[in-house]
């Protein structure tokens, strides 16, 4: 009854989605059924050790990421793993063809979170934002073009852009937790201190550069991903936009949402959008 218990390890990733980001759960949905589990047992991967790093205060971080990480390449060389997470992640890396430097990449970016706090330059914040984010949106990606890796190839810089996009607004909406509860400063010359409106308009620019770059590659993606990513992008560009029209001494002092009201609303507008083919 393996497959039981594959089965049950893919609805447990789903559950992770669910219960930790209602948001990206709403995206997944919209993907395609024939991709979304895989889809939820890459960020119930990427989800369980950025909550080792960033969560788990009391506990020693560094003995359960190593522990994380040794277990998942037990899993990958043995086929199975009793941590139903890493059991459907085994699958959909084997499944999609996931390059291990992907998730050492990743890795990498989560262990920083343990020594390091200061990104003082611009080569350490990519860096850094790359492990963390670009390499999960070029795992999603893998999944999309079912492993092809020419199609891979062909959009691999748009999905880093949109990662990066994503990766920077979490930033920029968590500036001040980051600062005051982790000691994290994650942009170079940045910090509470020196944080006004140019600093913050600096930071938008850039992301809306990202987001602008990623666009095109949305308009590529094979018809079973672009609806959900869609979504996704609109979310982020709303969840932008809100941060945008807050004033730079106010972000942090309250966590800037989207309601489930106006997110329906996008989830509307982006179902029309793509139904009338103009992404």
Known sequence: MKQLFDDVSFKC???VTKNYSTSFSLAVYML???????IYSIYGFVRF??????SFHGFDKEDLINDFENEYYKAYNSGISLNPILNSFQHTVKEY??????????????????IKLDYNTTEE????????????????????????TT??????????????AFQKVNFLRDLKDDNLVLN????????LNSFDENAKAKIIAEIQEDFK?????????????????????????????????????????????????????????SFVTYKLKLV
């Open 97 to 114: 063809n996931i390059t291990d430097d992907l998730i050492q990449a990743f890795l990498k970016s989560m262990k920083l979170d343990l």
């Open 49 to 54: 050790a950025d909550e080792i790093v960033d």
């Open 213 to 269: 770059v990623a666009y095109q590659g949305i308009k590529k993606l094979p018809i079973e991903a672009k609806f959900g990513v869609y979504t996704a992008y609109v979310y982020y560009k709303k969840l932008l936009k809100k941060l945008e029209n807050t004033p730079y001494h106010q972000i942090g002092n309250a966590r800037i949402r989207v309601s489930n009201y106006s997110k329906a609303g996008l989830l509307a507008q």
């Open 184 to 191: 994290r400063n994650y942009f170079p010359g940045v910090d």
């Open 151 to 164: 199609k891979y190839e062909q959009l691999k810089y748009e999905a880093m852009r949109l990662g990066s």
């Open 32 to 38: 395609s059924p024939i991709i979304r589990d895989a």
């Open 125 to 148: 914040y990519n860096e850094y934002i790359y492990g963390s984010a670009d390499v999960v949106g070029l795992m999603c990606l893998k999944v999309f073009v079912k492993g092809n």
């Open 13 to 15: 990733s789903k559950l």
